[in-house]
């Protein structure tokens, strides 16, 4: 059985390796480690948001053919709240791996807080 945390060296990139337990039966995945640039990647990329419905808005009310159908107005808004709501799950997940990076490296105490750990994140990144 491999170990929480164990170092997967056989590729480029690290990665975590964390048993999974499903019925009895131990199965490997690979967690990615992130950086502060795969962080502010991520952050831009919840931007785009805003650049989405500019385009939207554009398009409603500036289109040569005319404005969109109300029909087709709400299908573009219901596709992207769902592409908004994948582009903030992939940035809570880098944000949650790099605390959980950060968890294993750092002693921890029973007085150690989130903000103890956001704390030395800030710290490591103004080393780089």
């Given amino acids: 059985m491999i170990e929480t945390g164990m ?9 975590l390796l964390t048993p999974i337990i499903r019925n009895n039966i131990t199965t490997t995945t690979t967690m990615r480690q992130y950086d502060r640039f795969n962080l502010e990647e991520e952050i831009q990329n919840v931007w785009q948001t ?3 419905l500019n385009a939207i808005a554009e ?3 500036d289109d040569p053919d005319g404005p969109m159908t109300a029909d087709e107005l709400s299908n573009v808004l219901i596709g992207l709240s769902e592409l ?3 582009r903030m799950k992939k ?3 880098v944000f ?3 605390i959980q990076q950060k968890n294993s490296f750092i002693m921890m105490t029973e007085e150690a807080t989130l903000g103890d750990v956001l ?3 800030v710290d490591d990144a103004e080393k780089e």
């Fill in 7 to 15: 170092l997967d060296l056989s590729s480029n990139k690290k990665r």
């Fill in 50 to 52: 805003k650049d989405d």
């Fill in 59 to 61: 398009r409603h009310y």
């Fill in 84 to 86: 908004h709501e994948t």
């Fill in 91 to 93: 940035l809570w997940k």
């Fill in 96 to 98: 949650e791996t790099m």
């Fill in 119 to 121: 704390d030395k994140i």
